[in-house]
């Protein structure tokens, strides 16, 4: 149970991370951040 709740913690931290790098990137990147995002959580 612990440990389902640390995977889900590090996921959420992971996603707002990748989230506010797609913001400060540019603008431009604001009008799709879903490649985006999943591009920084695969590399």
Known sequence: ???RV???AVLVVM?????GTAI???RDQAMVPQ???T????S
């Not at 996603?15 to 989230?19: E, H, K, N, T, V």
């Open 35 to 37: 490649p985006r995002i």
């Open 6 to 8: 640390v995977v889900v």
């Open 24 to 26: 400060a990137d540019g």
């Open 1 to 3: 149970m612990l440990l």
């Open 15 to 19: 996603i707002g991370m990748a989230y």
């Open 39 to 42: 591009c920084d959580l695969l």
